[in-house]
Every structure is written in C-alpha cells, then in structure tokens.
C-alpha cells in the first residue's frame, strides 16, 4: 500500500462529507448552514482551534507539536451557484436554484479529511496549519478579499496552497504550473449615446447599433495589435442590447464585455488601452458614451519554488507519470488574494471520467465529480503541510 493512501473509513467519510455538502449548497455569502456543517465537524477534530473569521467561512488552526516551523494555510472554498441542478442522483441538490456546479463540495470535503489526518498526528507535524474554509469564491469582489484583508487571518503565514477539481483533466492528474496560471475576469460596461430616428432616414440619426458594431469589431486590434503576441489577453463582448422595433434607431446601445488577462502589469494598462478605442470610434461618428471598468480578483501567479516542491510532491504521491504542467487557465479565482500576503501554489486535481459521467464543463447543471479525485486532493494536501511546515 501507498504510504500515502488513505484509510477505506475515511475514504468513505469524504465521499460522506461531499454528497451532504452537495444536497444542501448555498450561494455566497449564504453559507450559514455550510459553515455550521464544517464547524461541528471540526470541532470533533482533536488539537484543532476553530473560529468563524466572517459569519460564512471557518478558520481551524493546528498547531504542531514536533518543533517550531513555518504557517501553512490550507484553503477551500465553500459556496454555491445560482443554478438549477439536473442530474438525478439520489445526493441531487435539495435547495432549489443552488448547486455546486464547480466542485466547492469536494473543495470542502477534502480540507475536512487533511484536517482530519493532520490532528491525529500533529504530534509528528511540525510548525502550524491554518484550515481555511472560504466563503463566496464565486462573487467578486470575493470571500479571500475580505478574508486576507480585514482580517488577521495572513498573519505570520508562510504559504499558501489550494486546489481546484478539474472534470477537464483525468480523475487523480496532478497538474501545477509555475508563474502565470489563472486570468483576472474583470469586465466592462459601456453604454454608446447616438440620436434615434426613422430607420429609412439614417442620415438624421446618429446609429448607436452601428457605432457599437465597430466597438466590438475594433477592441479585437488591442488583442492583435496593442499588446505582444506574447501576452495573453482576452476581450469578450458577451451583450449587446439597443432598440425596440425593426424600423426606428435607437438613442442608446449597452455592451457588456469580460476581460482576461494573465499579466498584472497588463491589467493595470487594459482599461485605458480599450477606452482609447471606444473614445476614437464614438468621437468619429458624433456619440457620446460611458464606459465603466470593473475589477475582479487578481491573476493568479505562483510562486515558482513553491509550485516545483508542489511538483514533486504529487510526483510522490500519485506517480510521476500522473502528474503534467496545467495549462494556462482564462477563469477567475480569488485564491489570487492570498498570494498578495505570501508565497504559495494554486493548483489542479482531475476529476473527470466517462465511467463517472463527470466530464461535463464547470458551471453547467449536470457538472459531478468522479469522486476517486477526494482522495487525491486529500494526499496533496497532507503531503503539502507535512513538506512545508517543515524550517528551511
């Protein structure tokens, strides 16, 4: 047996702890019935010190007992979507218009069980863990926002390390990427103010529709043309809402676009690279217009020595043959927070099988996880606080 396999009694608790936090999800900042779930769980977890730093997310600290070494913060987050569930397990969500779509249920069922392993052997462990159980990861501005910082939660933490459940990549894969890993998704709104009139007589009207056409055309050359080939930058208009009737040009139009961008200094130049644009085009064809720029969570860059010991651990784990470099990911995640206070490694563990039926995209109504992938993250997890509480 694998010195890192885990006991069948608890692998059974995890698949437990996933499918109750699955029947029962709550969106962000809703997570009452979650936190006090995870809480009572905790509690019955010896040698763990367990709070509630915000009303919905619960903080457990462990403090080893074999020597002093470094803090170590271990996070999952907790919340719900918004959607409506369509699979017909018997585990199937029973809080209508919540599901977790995006493996947050078995985020939070593998920190349970590492928390779990690591108590009963703190005796062995060295320096200190923090168990954080995050609130709303899925609504900017973001549970890790608040958590790290107004509140003393980062203090004194050395690194930082979460996971994420892929169904894109095969249940028990490893995958970690040094540097660049996640895209900041912030987002813009822009309203284009024409002059409506007849339809048959354009000339009198200034088209907002028509002005708007070449804004989403035109941004793609910030793409192509603004920023190095060598930066990856992505603008989506994803709305576009303007008139009433077949016959009459409307006075306004309202676009909507998401922005992702792995480079932080090129995030800092993205709304005034895509204002010029929007500025030129209206100011040619006499509209006025406001564009308003929404930040999201940061992108999320790993430190590289953490991510290469990260490496090598799951190698150790899982095989090295199951272990890749992850790609470069567009999504959003607000694990990018906690990296503002300290080093540390967001990485990903496959959950996805044709034998499961957890293939399905994240955020879709039939998303599942092939359960196989708790143990994974849960021998990542204790592998990674046992390997870096210890003193460099």
Known sequence: MSPHALPEALRQQLTCWRRHLHQHPEISFQEHQTAAFLRAELEGMPGLEV????????????H?????????????????????EENTFEFRSQNAGAMHACGHDGHAAILLGAAQLLSAARAELTGEVRFIFQHAEETPPGGAEELVFQTPLMDGVDVSLGLHLL??????????????FMASPDSFQLTIRGRGGHGGMPEQAVDPVAIGAQVVTNLQHVVSRAVSPFEPLVVSVTQFHAGTADNIIPDTARLAATVRVFSPELRGRAPQ???????????AH???YE????????????TDWVAEEVRQLAAEVVGEDRVIQA??????EDFSAYLEKS????????SGSPEADSQWPHHHPRFTLDESALETGVQMMVAAARHFTRSR
């Open 51 to 62: 709070s509630q730093p915000t009303p919905t997310s619960v903080l457990a600290v462990l």
């Open 64 to 84: 080893g007992e074999a020597g002093p070494g470094r803090t170590v913060l271990l996070r999952a987050d907790i919340d719900a979507l918004p959607i409506e």
């Open 167 to 180: 169904s894109f990549y095969p249940a028990g894969v490893v995958a970690v990427r040094p540097g660049m």
């Open 273 to 283: 690279l895509l204002e010029r644009v929007v500025a030129g085009i209206c100011a």
């Open 286 to 288: 006499g509209a006025e």
């Open 291 to 302: 564009f308003e720029y929404l930040h999201a969570y940061r992108p999320v860059v790993n």
């Open 327 to 332: 790609d470069m990911w567009a999504a959003g």
């Open 343 to 350: 080093e540390g490694c967001f990485f990903a563990v496959g």
